[in-house]
């Protein structure tokens, strides 16, 4: 185990990040471009002051990452960069309001049974922090200042309430993508602020409370109706834009 400067024991697993680290950027910064060969194993131990062994993992990582590829006899060289896939849910066109529809349209089936989770299996703590997001919506709408976080911190916090991970991990995935005033850049083809915002705001209420309650059926009809109530809307928005 290497020394820190301090000379303290310093974790390998630290050493690994580091040099990988380093290395990835002088990659990104064109220090090494494709094709370049990176210096030997025996430079790399100099350079870094680490051992062989933490060299070999970082470029274990770098090829893992598809940047490097070691060749027998040859070294390691530097590949050519590959196109980061986006990520699932992320393809959404803000200038297509029909884009927003198709993502409301996967909500209303995914979200409704989480609400109806969060109702048979809902904590107290869980039911606290459901109202404190809610009541954060009204409180930002009320001075003004953008709800779109704290909307979906809402959202977030029924799907913590049931209690099964994957509800949280689906709409993490997803982002601010599930919010759809989110995506619209132009502020004049959303609903009236005021009248949106206080409808939103009773929508939420209808969830927590029914949550609350441990009324499946009902937190399940108050999401669906939130949610439908939001395509509805971007609906006559896609309508009245055709026209």
Same mark, same amino acid.
């Given at each position: 185990?290497?020394? !820190? $400067? /301090?000379?303290?024991?310093? %974790?390998? =697993?630290?050493l690994v990040a580091d040099v990988v680290t380093q290395l990835r950027g002088r990659i990104?910064?064109?220090?090494?471009?494709? =094709? !370049?060969?990176? %210096? #030997?194993? /025996?430079?790399l131990t100099e350079e870094f #002051?680490?051992?062989?062994?933490?060299?070999? &993992?970082?470029i274990a990582t770098l090829r893992a990452d598809g940047l490097v590829e070691p060749r027998q006899g040859a070294g390691v060289f530097v590949l050519e960069p590959v196109p980061i896939a986006p990520r699932p849910f992320q393809i959404l066109d803000p200038a297509r309001i029909s884009s927003i529809i198709?993502?409301?349209?996967?909500?209303?089936?995914v979200e409704m049974e989480a609400a109806a989770l969060a109702a048979a299996r809902c904590s107290p703590a869980q039911e606290d922090v459901i109202?404190?997001? &809610?009541? &954060?919506?009204r409180r930002l709408a009320e001075q003004g200042q953008p709800t779109s976080d704290a909307d979906l911190r809402f959202h977030l916090a029924v799907a913590d309430a049931t209690n099964n991970p994957r509800f949280r991990e689906f709409l993490e995935v997803m982002g601010l993508a599930i919010i759809p005033r989110s995506n619209l850049p132009d502020a004049g083809q959303t609903p009236s602020p005021d009248s949106y915002i206080s409808m939103i705001s009773g929508e939420h209420r209808a969830i927590a409370d029914a949550v609350a309650a441990g009324d499946g059926e009902a937190a399940r009809e108050a999401m669906r109706t939130h949610l439908l109530g939001s395509q509805q809307r971007y609906?006559?928005?896609l309508r !009245?834009?055709? $026209?």
């Open positions: 185990m290497a020394n !820190d $400067k /301090a000379g303290r024991a310093s %974790p390998r =697993g630290n990104a910064a064109q220090e090494f471009t494709p =094709g !370049d060969r990176l %210096p #030997s194993e /025996a430079r #002051s680490v051992s062989r062994t933490v060299i070999r &993992e970082a198709e993502m409301l349209e996967l909500r209303i089936a109202y404190e997001a &809610e009541a &954060e919506v609906r006559r928005l !009245d834009g055709a $026209k």
